[in-house]
């Protein structure tokens, strides 16, 4: 049960960030312990997984359980091995200490001409994905005008020989990012003939950042399955450099295929092997889920362009010392979950997630579909975003136009709460839109409005209301509303034998107790 031991692993740091909060208002007797509770939705009810930000592991659970308790039997361990061969593979980009010339083909005007977004931007952030990696520097940067970027080799003949020379005249470059989506093969293997460094594209390069930071085998086969479109490539380069003799009956293999048949066939197998596996995860996924929504914990999805704050607020929401935020673009690959307090003392659980990028290529949007669906099971999204960023308004519309194409509900993306983090960063800011919240996830500046408003969020959209109900000291109801509702308050009446608890409770959760305690 590979699936479900990386996804419901990382228990211990729940407790910790559920522990540190406020207690409940006027609670006149001490609740029951209810964090327990909140982590054996997440052990056993979501489909989250520690990643590289969740926190010291706590007691494993393997999920070998099923939902009836019954012991279930063990994955085939040939199916386990056959998922671990999947995962073997050749690097994509040089390995060691990488001095990178990064080259950006400027496209003046055009069709191609990029909207909303300059140059030195593009740049900026083409240069962060290359200090991503360890290692990895850039040593050289060029902006290169150009009015063929569909033709074979992007420049013209002048400037392409101008780049030639000052690339092959710097013996520190060892390889040459250049900043467009993908590269075909044949350009790919021209430039770096003419240069003579490796040169990779955006697409390999992110990639390549999300086969680092991948850590679940979730994430890991989801790269794998992204990286399959490379692979294809690559074999009908192999063949047209043969000079189309891999067609011929010279190399026709003893299945009666020709060598770019069978290299097709392999690659096919592949990619039904992880399809395959996926699909398993998929329904480990919404059995979890199923799960989770039973026990009825409201789920808030943290969203934003990748590096915006996402992990830095959510640590700030629920006080858990465990999260590590990093200043790094895709510093988060595995949605993670973390349970914290709202100022009812309602419990939530706020999900990490994957952050966005503008021209993402699409097969890795694909291939993440099914990390991403989580969002679509949560009650409410949090859209985080870097106001300090010059390019805020062009992350936002990538990120909205990232949500749209996951087919989102049309209530959860109107319900949808815009926060603008790093304020700190831009003295004297004040949001243009009246519905914004600004904060300081670091600095904790605009925390409480934001808790506010997402309580307020949470009980609209899963239906909870507060009542107060009367029940008896000596009866079982009290501690029933401990376990399944949030209780604020506690008025003791000893000349009645009774007490009035004010409670923060679901529908569904105030038909049970109507129907267990009638009267």
């Not at 704050?309 to 929401?317: N, R, Y």
């Amino acid at each position: 049960m590979w699936a479900l031991r990386a996804a419901v692993r990382g228990g211990a740091w729940l407790s910790r960030a559920v522990r540190g909060c406020r207690p409940p208002r006027a609670a006149l007797l001490p609740p029951p312990p209810r964090p327990e509770r909140a982590l054996a939705a997440v052990r056993g009810g979501l489909g989250c997984s520690e990643g590289r930000e969740g926190g010291r592991g706590g007691p494993r659970a393997d999920g070998r359980r099923s939902r009836a308790g019954e012991e279930e039997e063990p994955e085939d361990a040939e199916e386990e091995e056959d998922e671990e061969e999947l995962l073997r593979r050749d690097p994509l980009l040089p390995s060691g200490t990488q001095r990178v010339c990064l080259v950006h083909p400027e496209i003046k005007w055009g069709p191609g001409k990029p909207q909303g977004t300059r140059a030195e931007w593009q740049v900026a952030e083409a240069r962060a994905l290359v200090c991503t990696l360890d290692g990895w520097s850039v040593v050289a940067t060029m902006v290169v005008p150009t009015k063929t970027p569909d033709k074979k080799l992007i420049f013209g003949r002048g400037t392409l020989e101008q780049l030639t020379e000052r690339i092959r005249g710097s013996p520190e470059i060892t390889a040459v990012f250049l900043n467009v989506e993908r590269l075909a093969t044949p350009t790919k293997k021209d430039l770096e003939a003419a240069w003579r460094v490796p040169v990779f594209d955006r697409f390999t390069l992110v990639l390549h950042i999300f086969r680092c930071n991948a850590r679940t085998k979730e994430a890991r086969l989801q790269v794998a399955l992204a990286e399959l479109p490379v692979l294809r490539s690559h074999v009908k380069s192999n063949v047209a450099h043969l000079g189309g003799r891999g067609r011929s009956s010279r190399y026709t293999m003893g299945s009666g295929e020709s060598f770019l048949q069978v290299q097709q066939r392999l690659l096919r197998d592949r990619e039904a092997k992880i399809q395959k596996a996926l699909e398993r995860l998929r329904r480990k996924r919404r059995l979890l889920g199923q799960q989770r929504r039973r026990r009825e914990f409201p789920v808030v999805s943290v969203v934003g362009y990748t590096n915006c704050g996402k992990t830095t607020l959510i640590k700030a929401l629920t006080g858990d010392a465990a999260i590590q935020p990093r200043d790094q673009l895709f510093a988060t690959l595995d949605v993670t979950a973390h349970a914290g307090r709202l100022p009812s003392a309602l419990t939530v659980l706020y999900m990490d997630t994957i952050g966005f990028l503008s021209q993402l290529p699409h097969s890795l949007v694909e291939s993440f579909s099914a990390t991403l669906q989580d969002v679509a099971h949560s009650d409410l999204i949090v859209h985080v975003r870097d106001v300090s960023h010059p390019e805020a308004e062009l992350q936002k519309a990538s990120v909205l136009s990232a949500l749209r194409g996951l087919g989102l509900p049309d209530a959860l993306l109107e319900s949808m709460v815009e926060v603008h983090n790093k304020v700190d960063l831009v003295p004297g800011y004040t949001p243009a839109e009246p519905d914004v919240l600004a904060v300081s996830a670091l600095l904790g500046l605009g925390l409480d409005e934001l808790m506010a408003r997402v309580e307020d969020a949470i009980l609209r959209a899963t239906g909870r209301r507060t009542l107060t109900l009367r029940v008896r000291l000596a009866g079982p109801q009290l501690s029933w509303l401990h376990q399944e509702a949030t209780v604020q308050a506690v008025d003791v009446i000893p000349e009645a034998g009774a007490a009035d608890v004010k409670v923060i409770i679901s529908d569904s959760a105030y038909g049970r107790f109507q129907k267990l305690f009638p009267g």
